[in-house]
């Protein structure tokens, strides 16, 4: 492996067994966020937000100067980057769709990615990452293998009511001043 990023063994760690799996996990789910129906920003939202987490993991495989993690920092030798897995042409589209307020910016409908596109990126880099995780050193597949397995589920509990806090706090300061 030849590389130059030489992150902590502590944020190699952290970066396997968190951040790479919420990448995963959020790509899986945006990608069917993205293809149910919804109010056009909501639905703007999805496709938005499935296709920075494709970058993301793109730049990530391809072991792209923006990611700080190199694939191989965590297989065997014999990974090698397949750098090819998405074309480039498919990956510039990518970036004139999110996040980048550039002149090439894709404006019309019609040049944006769809559905179709959406599925072969996704199979692109479900084929990469069963790819990666076929190569993890002992170690790191350890690591992988115990964060895939899925917690119980925590029992729903109702999100806060903005008003109880205001009403927690009124209730609070007039405690107070008795």
């Not at 993991?57 to 700080?68: H, N, Q």
């Not at 115990?146 to 917690?151: A, I, M, N, S």
Request: with cysteine.
């Amino acid at each position: 492996m030849t590389t130059n990023k030489k992150p902590a063994p502590h944020l190699k760690e952290e970066f396997l067994t968190e951040h790479l799996p919420y990448e995963v996990s959020m790509l899986r789910e945006t990608y069917e966020l993205a293809r149910a129906q919804k109010p056009a920003a909501e639905h703007n939202a999805m496709v938005e937000s499935f296709l920075l987490h494709a970058r993301n993991l793109i730049e990530f495989y391809k072991d792209r100067p923006s990611c700080d993690f190199d694939p191989r920092m965590f297989t065997n030798a014999s990974y090698q980057l397949n750098k090819d897995f998405i074309p480039e042409q498919l990956a510039a589209r990518i970036n004139r769709q999110v996040s980048h307020l550039t002149t090439k910016r894709i404006s019309q409908s019609a040049d944006e990615l769809g559905p179709r596109d959406w599925a072969l990126i996704l199979r692109a880099l479900e084929e990469e990452l069963s790819r990666f995780a076929k190569a993890l050193t002992k170690e790191y597949a350890e690591k992988w293998l115990l964060h895939q397995q899925k917690p119980p589920p925590k029992e729903a509990t109702p999100p806060p009511n903005p008003q109880s806090f205001v009403i927690r706090r009124a209730n609070l300061a007039a405690t107070q001043k008795t």
